[in-house]
């Protein structure tokens, strides 16, 4: 990292899998990710609960004393679906505000192995990283070859022309936990010149309207 300008990092939000996965590699990645954080005194944000590989992390970081928000839709606590949060926990009314809270109060994203809610999250941050909605960095840890599939699709699509170089720089990629948080404190957010036009704020979706065909 020397001579690289280093972001400050006090917050991770992790997306992962509520449930462990095949392989007992991702259950000792997401402990060995949350022991790290920990280590680098950095705080998570997740979804909640202690299911799975998000039980993992989140029990990791609250073990080295660093803080623990978990955010929860309501309808999740219910007899108890999902477990106790380890930590702070705030409910929301919907799967939306959550995801917003997630972008407001993290300053990076990382996601581990999981399912279809996972790379929602995970596509949800880059798209809106896209539009310049935030500009925080988003890095996915890829344990074992996991996200190969994924991220081959991603390269295909910017050889198809459906994602442009610039967008593509934004999903990064490491084998590591320590590789990957170096990766997104070193992260130097490129914005669009006309996507980072537009006008967004919390009340309204109003957009500037631009005289140009945007490939989003």
């Known amino acids: ?68 928000l978990g955010i929860i839709p309501s309808a999740f606590t219910i007899n108890n679906l999902v477990g106790e949060t380890c930590g702070k926990e705030i409910k929301v009314a919907t799967m939306q505000e959550r995801l917003v809270m997630m972008m407001e109060l993290s300053d990076a994203f990382i996601a581990l192995p999981g399912g279809f809610g996972t790379l929602e999250e995970l596509f949800q941050m880059i798209s809106w990283a896209q539009l310049s909605i935030h500009n925080k960095p988003i890095g996915v840890l890829n344990i074992n070859g996991f996200f190969n599939g994924l991220l081959s699709f991603v390269d295909h699509a910017v050889k198809q022309e459906f994602i442009t170089p610039r ?42 309207k631009l005289d140009l065909t945007l490939r989003l």
């Open 1 to 68: 990292m020397e001579g690289v300008s280093v972001r400050k990092i006090k917050k991770i939000c992790v997306f992962c899998g509520a449930n462990s996965g095949k392989d007992v590699a991702f259950v000792n990645a997401a402990f060995h990710l949350g022991e790290v954080l920990g280590k680098r005194k950095i705080d998570l944000v997740y979804g909640g609960g202690k299911l799975g590989l998000m039980g993992c992390v989140s029990t990791a970081v609250a073990q080295h004393e660093r803080q623990v």
């Open 167 to 208: 967008a593509r720089k934004i999903l990064i990629s490491a084998t590591t936990a320590d590789e990957l948080v170096d990766k997104l404190q070193a992260f130097r957010f490129e914005s669009d010149p006309a996507l980072s036009k537009l006008k967004w704020s919390p009340s309204s979706n109003q957009k500037e």
